[in-house]
């Protein structure tokens, strides 16, 4: 939550006009897993609104936990159908070789190979990427893949989105919506208290990811209600070669692997 972190970086409020030319090219979100939407959806419907298109890409099966791949690609359609996102626009990556949860920095360069046999700046003028935070490896290997994305399409900006990590956690194993200050300025994307409720909703549409959200939902809940807004970060390329923060990473602290272990499997793709 915002209202708990004492930072001198700046805060101002998004509007699709802060992308000047590029406000009304479509959206682009590169999500690891069926649910991550749920950090972006004031964004999503803020672009709805606004007559921005959003194509939702999912990059990994989902199937980590024996969790139903099917079973979650259909969650998350009824999600974002409920937030006005038409059915084309929700693309499923690796066809019958789908990515396996968890496996997504061992295969960063056949999915960015997709994203850019998809679409280029002339189909994209903005891309949203889990933010760089050291949460669960799929999240940070996609803001790899968005980095490689902007870098090769320079035209296009990418911004990312915090969902968790364990950034300055002090008692508790991770938080939400959680931005670290490195990674830059925050942007507001706020929403009005009469979408509170819906939006908790749809969190508990997951029902795959029953136990997931009962860790994460009372946070979730607390933030709703007292920020009434989520938030971005402009991606700053250059901290991507650089650890996220100090101390262990939240997929540390659960003992999937470690940043250095990261980092060498993610090598081969960021040397290119």
Known sequence: MISSISTPFKLS?????????????????????????????????????????NICVYLTDGGGNSASPIARDAESQSVLAKLGIAKEDIIIFGGAERVPDGKLVDAMDRTFSELVDRFGPADIGTVYAPAWEGGHPDHDAATLIASAFAKQFPDVDVWQFPLYNSYRVGIVPFRVFNPIPGNGD???????????????????????????????????????????????????????????????????????????????????????
């Not at 901290?239 to 262990?248: E, T």
């Open 186 to 272: 925050i942007v507001r994307v706020p929403f009005s208290g009469s979408a509170i409720g819906r939006y908790l909703g749809y969190c508990l549409a997951y029902r795959t990811q029953r136990k997931t959200f009962a860790a994460l939902l009372p946070f979730v809940a607390l933030s709703f209600m007292l920020d009434r807004s989520q938030m971005l970060q402009s991606l700053n390329h250059d901290r991507l070669s650089s650890k996220p923060h100090d101390g262990d990473m939240l997929y540390e602290r659960r003992r999937w692997l470690t940043w250095e272990q990261f980092k060498a499997r993610a090598a081969s793709f960021v040397s290119r």
């Open 13 to 53: 409020t998004f509007s699709s006009a802060m992308l000047t030319t590029k406000a009304k090219k479509p959206a682009l979100f590169l999500f690891p897993h069926q649910d991550d939407e749920f950090a972006v959806f004031s964004l999503l419907e803020q672009n709805v609104r606004n007559g921005i298109r």
